[in-house]
């Protein structure tokens, strides 16, 4: 048996093959939702993953005020802040910051479902959210998936 067939091969910058995707979020629950993309921009659903390396594809992400929230989450979930100043703590609900902001909902599951590294901040320039159905990235003629 030849042992040198069986080497791990390890993906790079250069040898990655990335995609662009278009992720439709009309109806769709916000965790599980979120938990596909973060999968999808991470490269865990590909063969060649490589864990230090980012070779997840690029996610677009329409009709984001669409989103759906189960239970009484939509009101009594509480989303975090800090100002940096003394009594700085802010508090909003996904209802306010939907009315305000309707892609952070979407931005805020996601980025917090990537890894807390420089890694993480990488990953996250490849997720794209926008309100509407109508989106820039016609040049990459991004994929329409269904999750």
Known sequence: MNTLSYKTVSA???TVNKQWVVVDAQGEILGRLSSKIAMIIRG???????PHVDCGDNVIVINADK???????FSDKVYTSYTGYPGG???ISPKELMAKHPTRVIEKAVR??????KLGAKLYTNLFVYAG??????AQSP?????
């Open 12 to 14: 790079n910058a250069k």
């Open 44 to 50: 865990k659903n590909k063969p060649e993953y490589t």
């Open 67 to 73: 989103i759906k929230l189960t239970g009484n989450k």
């Open 89 to 91: 703590q802010r508090f």
């Open 112 to 117: 917090g479902m990537l890894p807390k590294t």
């Open 133 to 138: 159905t109508e989106h820039p990235h016609a």
């Open 143 to 147: 994929t329409t998936i269904t999750l």
